[in-house]
């Protein structure tokens, strides 16, 4: 996998209007004092989804699948166990509430021998830690008999990790919380609840989940891959998708307002790539929606990083059903934008403001920005945006509204938006690219001929697919990572137009999975992030506040050679920040100097990511192989002189 034919066909391009360069030096300029338009802060930012597992059985860390017996199937993930002459029976009975909690469990035991209850099998497994505890919280009362108690076991085979058990049950419903402490570390295990004692007993919302979660909250999220994200230092946070937000009809599309407030008023809904792909089947797949949308705003929160919901306008995925909603009957969709707002931000006497202050979070959210659809595309789509539009503009001029221009970066779909959304003035459009490696490294000028007048891009979902062949595993490789990197200086560049960025999917379970490749892997009990994660990173944490041009006989670097750069300043810092992609084989010999006033202490930061091998990606076995080396440069004379080694990435930041 070389670029020598990519390097070759750029030069062919580049002898019209660039001077040819010497194929083993390159002298750059860099003039500090020309400092170009401003660069979002937000810039580089996350793109969450429930796919891969990524909300239950990922980030949210239930460790129970179908933890209220809402699945189709009740049973779903558990199992009845019966053993050493125990004699029972277990069935489903309906609440008789108006929550939407709508069944429990009813355990009826017969004898008093051996052991009997449930087992349940969590997502794709389940494991734990040594010593750490699992706070395990469910309902429950007693139908039938006297002195029942519950034994609450974690197991692997028959071995027990751990164990308590609860007493005094009472005949009416009461939520009760205990911890189980595992005493070794064990992937593989299962949760059980015993039932001692002969008789009935009710239970419900049978939840286990670590104690230590991000920011130790109950029912909260899993802290290594929160980690990971925080690392980032991300700008903004793109939820809840993604296809998931449109559904695969109206009936499935992602509703806000079940996914707040209390868990027996959230419902549980089919995700939609249970179904999506025959390939990579996924009939237990379902949202809880205890990952909900005071939790994404909360988590945007936690990572400093601003909240970007994305809402249906009205057309489910036009790739499934395309079921759209006659104008006419927009109102509640609209309704549920506007009132979206007043929960991020209104004051808490207004109605969704008291509700955002009842869960917790008197204080507004401070949200500026809002997306109608994804991936729409057509007439239809702009009919709704129109809508839209006016509605929240009107209640709300001060966010910024986020169309879509579909789901490809190109062709004729992708005009027509374009056109209708720049002739309406629009703010934010959202391009999606899922696309070769290469077709990254020819687009790194994609930017510099839109419109500086016009709309500016939110490029809200790309990767570089490693192959194109449908039903392969496209991986998370060096050759994907690299590529984005090279295209990525492009965005910077051009970050007048490109306001906002995000790489797409963010999380995966190994053995869960629907879409690769994705940013961040995960199993039951670890975590790794990809190289691509490490190119993200990179330009995520190394931003700054302004554009520099960085240029070879003033000429910009897009591939040139098969090199690609990209420059700012940071006000905040005072230092100038540059990023070279050498996407060669061999090493490059650079001289970048400094033109303009430098007051420097001739001393600089050089991160660098590299490998010989554009295959190689990462494991849970083996999650470093590529990770960022950090050196130190030196500056003589206004100049740095360096060598690149090929397939690197390149960070730069100097005090100016
Ligand atoms: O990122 C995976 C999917 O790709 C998203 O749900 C969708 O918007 C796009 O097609």
């Known amino acids: 996998m070389k670029f020598r034919l990519l390097s070759f066909s750029l030069f062919l391009l580049s002898i019209a209007g660039i001077q040819a ?55 779903m993930g558990w199992r009845r166990v019966q053993e050493d002459g125990a004699m029972g029976y277990h069935y489903t ?27 349940n099998e969590g997502f794709r497994g389940m494991a734990v830690k040594e010593n750490q505890n699992y706070r395990l919280t469910f309902i429950a ?47 593989g295990v299962n949760f059980r609840v015993i039932l001692e004692g002969e008789g009935e007993l009710d239970i419900d919302m049978i939840s286990l989940f670590p104690e230590d979660t991000w920011m130790g909250r109950k029912r909260g999220m899993r802290k290594d891959i929160v980690q990971l994200l925080a ?30 407030g209390e868990m027996k008023d959230r419902g549980t809904m089919i995700n939609r790539w249970n179904i999506e792909f025959a390939h990579r089947n996924a009939p237990d797949y379902f949202q809880s929606f205890g990952l909900g949308f005071f939790e994404y705003f909360q988590l945007s929160e936690d990572l400093g990083a601003e909240p970007l919901p994305i809402l249906s306008c009205g057309l489910a995925c036009q790739y499934n059903s395309g079921e759209i909603v006659p104008l006419a009957a927009l109102d509640e969709y609209v309704q549920d934008a506007l009132d979206l707002i007043e929960f991020a931000n209104g004051s808490v006497d207004s109605h969704w403001g008291a509700k955002r202050a009842e869960m917790g979070h008197p204080e507004p959210f401070g949200l500026k920005y809002i997306g109608v659809g994804n991936e729409n595309w057509g007439p239809q789509y702009i009919e709704r945006a129109d809508v839209f539009e006016k509605a ?31 002739e309406r003035n629009a703010e934010l459009i959202d391009e999606h690219y899922y696309k070769s490696p ?23 979902e790309y990767a570089a697919h490693s192959t194109t062949e449908k039903d392969a595993l496209k991986k998370n490789n060096w050759e994907a990572a690299l590529s984005e990197a090279a295209f990525m200086t492009g965005l910077e560049r051009n970050a007048d137009i490109v306001r906002l960025a995000s790489y797409a999917p963010l999380l995966a379970h190994v053995d869960g999975w629907q879409w690769a490749p994705d940013m961040i892997w995960f199993d039951n ?27 070879e006989n003033g000429e910009t670097l897009a591939g040139e050679d098969g090199i690609y750069a990209s420059s700012t300043y940071d006000e905040n810092t005072k230092e100038l920040i540059f990023k070279i992609v050498n996407t060669n084989e061999e090493a490059k010999a650079f001289t970048v100097k400094l033109k303009g006033s430098y007051k420097g202490n001739g001393k600089g930061i050089w991160q660098e990511l590299q490998s010989d091998d554009l295959g190689v990606s990462h494991n849970l076995k083996e999650p470093k192989k590529i990770v960022p080396v950090e050196k130190s440069v030196s500056v003589q004379k206004k100049a740095i002189e360096v060598s690149l080694k090929g397939q690197s990435v390149n960070v730069f930041r100097l005090k100016i």
Request: proline letters at 5%; charged letters at 25%.
């Open 21 to 75: 360069q010497s194929p083993s030096h390159k002298t750059l300029d860099i003039d500090i004092n020309k400092k170009g338009a401003g660069i979002a802060p937000d810039m580089w930012g996350l793109f969450f989804e429930d796919i891969n597992f990524a909300a239950d059985g990922g980030l949210y860390a239930e460790m129970i699948k179908n933890y209220s017996f809402e699945f189709p199937s009740p049973f």
């Open 93 to 119: 009975k309906p609440h008789m509430d108006e929550s939407k909690n709508k069944k429990y469990l009813q355990l009826q035991r017969l004898n008093d021998e051996g052991v009997f209850g449930m087992s």
């Open 141 to 187: 009362k007693v139908a039938k008999g006297e002195d029942l108690a519950i034994n609450a076991q974690i197991t692997q085979g028959r071995k027990v990790l751990a164990e308590t058990r609860i007493e005094k049950l009472t005949d009416d419903w009461k939520e009760y919380e205990v911890m189980l402490n595992a005493s070794e570390t064990a992937d």
């Open 231 to 260: 690392d980032m230092k991300p700008g903004f946070l793109r939820f809840p998708g993604g296809c998931i937000v449109e559904g695969f009809d109206l009936e499935n599309r992602y509703q806000w307002k079940n996914t707040i």
């Open 392 to 422: 929240i503009k009107a209640a709300y001029p001060e966010i910024t509204i986020v169309s879509t221009s579909g789901p490809s970066p190109d062709g004729h779909e992708f005009d027509y938006l374009w056109k209708a959304l720049t």
């Open 438 to 460: 290469e077709w990254f490294r020819n687009g790194a000028r994609r930017y510099d001929d839109y419109d500086r007048n016009g709309p500016k891009v939110f490029a809200g």
């Open 525 to 551: 009990l670890d975590v790794y992030a990809t190289p691509n994660y490490y190119v993200q990173k990179l330009f995520s944490t190394n931003p700054g506040t302004q554009i520099l041009q960085i240029t």
